[in-house]
C-alpha cells in the first residue's frame, strides 16, 4: 500500500508562485512514478506533470510546460511542483498519484494510489 498527503495549496493572485509537496509512504517500488494531476470544478481530470527514476525523466502537459516543475528529494519520499507564472485557469484541487514505474510513467498512465487534494485559487 502506499499512502500520500499533499499540502502547500493556497490562493495566490495571477503572476503568483506556489509549492505543492506530496509526502509518500509504502513500498518505494509501488510508487517510483509520481504524478501531479488537477481538475476544476465541471472539468475532467488534467494531467499536469510526472516524474520517475528519483527525478530522471519527467514530463509535462503543454499548458504547463516552462511555468511547472516537479522535483522530487533524494529520498524519493516527497514530491514537489514548483508552480510559476500562475494563471486564473490553474485554479483547480491538485492531487498526487503514485505507480510503479513499470507501468510507463506518462501522463496517461493509469495510477493505483491518489492523495485527498490540495486547493489552489489563482485570481486576476
Known amino acids: 500500500q502506499v499512502q500520500l498527503v499533499e499540502s502547500g495549496g493556497d490562493s495566490v493572485q495571477a503572476g503568483g508562485s506556489l509549492r505543492l509537496s506530496c509526502a509518500a509512504s509504502g513500498y518505494h517500488y509501488m510508487r517510483n512514478c509520481m504524478g501531479w494531476f488537477r481538475q476544476a470544478p465541471g472539468k475532467e481530470r488534467e494531467g499536469v506533470a510526472v516524474?520517475?527514476?528519483?527525478?530522471?525523466?519527467?514530463n509535462y502537459s503543454d499548458s504547463v510546460k516552462g511555468r511547472f516543475t516537479i522535483s522530487q528529494d533524494n529520498a524519493q519520499t516527497t514530491t514537489y511542483l514548483q508552480m510559476n507564472s500562475l494563471k486564473p485557469e490553474d485554479t483547480a484541487m491538485y492531487h498526487c498519484?503514485?505507480?510503479?514505474?513499470?507501468?510507463?510513467?506518462?501522463?496517461?498512465?493509469?495510477?493505483?494510489?491518489w492523495g485527498q487534494g490540495t486547493q489552489v485559487t489563482v485570481s486576476s
Open positions: 498519484a503514485a505507480a510503479p514505474a513499470y507501468i510507463g510513467c506518462s501522463l496517461s498512465a493509469t495510477f493505483s494510489y
Open positions: 516524474i520517475s527514476n528519483g527525478g530522471g525523466s519527467t
